[in-house]
């Protein structure tokens, strides 16, 4: 992230964070920009006629000797079937935005957060990388079911531990635009199904998301259920 209001968009702004010079090296005023940097691998084998995988992900919120620094992580692992007609791939994960919760040595309000970009590291008030944001420990154990006529069913179920420091860090800039950063700690399960067919020459996407408790955001509170829709066409 670099430039916006009162900030340098210039040649050697952009070069400054190719090159990781940042940090404030040159003072707070000079700092280039949000930089961060991400590394993920992923195995998969055969195992008969279906397949399975493990992956991994770490982010680097920072830089020490030219590696990531200030960490946070990501497990999981895959699987596909042939049952009820169709095609399936499971997958379960586990997600810790906490920097370097992991190490022993937890930095809250360090990951998709920076001390010029006050708003986070979010698009229309959600967060770029993990849809939980940052600082959050999150489970999730879900599938995808692939019909023979070309539709899909998705169900995913999630437990979250959700702004586990209690000190939310995100400044919302006005009222244009919500901002789903937790207010305080809590901890919330959440269920997801979606369904995709094509329908009228487009693609037709439903989903549905319910929790069990309302949550509190720094923009306000969202009620525990949710419904919507898309309808996609390709010229």
């Known amino acids: 992230m670099f430039g916006g209001r009162q900030r340098s968009e210039g040649a050697s702004t952009v070069l400054d964070a190719l090159i990781g010079r940042d940090n404030s090296q040159d003072g707070a005023d000079d700092d ?7 590394i993920d691998v992923r195995y ?3 195992l008969g006629d279906h397949t399975l995988g493990v992956y991994t992900e770490v982010l680097g919120e920072d830089e ?3 590696l990531p620094a200030k960490k946070s992580w990501l497990f999981g692992a895959d699987a596909t079937s042939a049952l009820w007609g169709g095609q399936q791939q499971w997958f379960v994960e586990h997600i ?6 992991l190490d022993g040595n937890s930095v809250p309000n360090v990951t998709y957060e920076h001390f010029q970009y006050r708003s986070g590291y979010n698009h229309f008030g959600r967060a770029i990388g993990a849809s939980f944001g940052g600082d959050t420990r999150a489970t999730t154990l879900g599938g995808y079911h692939f019909f023979q006529g070309g539709g899909t069913l998705s169900v995913s179920v999630s437990y979250a531990d959700l702004n586990v420091d209690d000190n939310p860090r995100v400044q919302v800039p006005g009222d244009d635009i919500f901002y789903f950063a937790p207010a305080e700690r809590s901890t919330a399960a959440f269920v997801s199904i979606g369904y995709g067919t094509h329908f009228l020459s487009g693609w037709l996407d439903l989903n549905a998301q319910g929790s069990n408790q309302k949550t509190d955001f720094v923009s306000g509170a969202r009620d525990r259920w949710s419904l919507s829709g898309e309808w996609t066409y390709r010229f």
């Open 32 to 38: 280039p920009g949000n930089q961060l940097a991400s």
């Open 96 to 101: 810790n935005t906490v920097a370097n919760d």
């Open 64 to 66: 020490a000797g030219l």
């Open 44 to 46: 998969g084998f055969a």
